[in-house]
């Protein structure tokens, strides 16, 4: 099973901040299967990004993944006041599926 | 718009099991496989297991095996989850997400809204 590792646990930013969030994986992804989800107080997770880089369909162009093998990252330029919120990675490469333990960002 | 439908709340006494729906309104099970994925309160998201419903091929996450059932009805356009031998640790809400067999790139793009599963005596 791969575990994904996510840090920091909780990120404090202001509004037109960047966003670092980072993803680190146990063992390499089989073929950069990772996604990252978006998640408000009681909804369903919102597919951002997938295949590490690729935006999801509607997804604004402040939101950016990047990375391979085992280190992955998801950026936000210029925080807006709907992007506070918790956000998951996610590997679908190999079965089990897993998912990292979240980031909260949180409006400092 | 494919809309994953799912099923209501449920109350659960410990001991007995559970069984949640998932209708895919809109679209057909075909070209895809179904994956049921929870969040206990203040938890992270956990994947339980899926289907491909074309194959009625099922794989489950190890620490579910023995108590989870994932099912398919091609005619309804509907899986279910079912979970036995529930536990005060099964309180979660169950999510169900659709995942593109043939353009696997896509990833988990459509959920469900979610069943709360309350395991209480």
């Known amino acids: 099973e791969i575990v994904l590792t996510q840090s920091p646990g909780t990120l404090s930013l202001s509004p037109g901040e960047r966003a670092t969030l980072s993803c680190r994986a146990s063992?390499?992804?089989?073929?950069?299967?990772v996604a990252w989800f978006q998640q408000t107080l009681g909804r369903a997770p919102r597919l951002l990004i997938y295949?590490?880089?690729i935006r999801a369909t509607g997804v604004p162009d402040r939101f950016s993944g990047s990375g391979s093998g085992t280190d992955f990252t998801l950026t936000i330029y210029s925080l807006e006041p709907e992007d506070f919120a918790v956000y998951y990675c996610?590997?679908?490469?190999?079965?089990?599926?897993?998912f990292g333990q979240g980031t909260k960002l949180e409006i400092k | 718009q494919v809309q994953m439908e799912q099923s209501g709340a449920e109350v659960e006494r410990p001991g007995s099991s559970v069984k949640v729906s998932c209708k895919a309104s809109?679209?057909?099970?075909?070209?895809?496989?179904f994956n049921w994925v929870r969040q206990a309160p203040g938890q992270g998201l956990e994947w339980l297991g899926r289907?491909?419903?074309?194959?009625?091929?099922?794989q489950y996450a190890q620490k579910f095996q023995d108590r989870v059932t994932i099912t398919a009805d091609k005619f309804t356009d509907t899986v279910y989850l079912e979970l036995s031998s529930l536990t005060s640790d099964d309180t979660a809400v169950y999510f169900c997400?659709?995942?593109?067999?043939?353009?696997?790139?896509?990833?988990?793009?459509?959920w469900g809204r979610g069943t709360q599963v309350t395991v209480s005596s």
């Open positions: 997400a659709r995942h593109n067999t043939v353009t696997t790139i896509l990833g988990f793009d459509v």
């Open positions: 809109g679209g057909s099970l075909t070209s895809y496989s």
């Open positions: 289907i491909i419903p074309v194959f009625d091929t099922r």
């Open positions: 063992q390499s992804v089989s073929d950069n299967y």
């Open positions: 295949r590490a880089s």
């Open positions: 996610q590997q679908y490469g190999s079965i089990p599926y897993t």
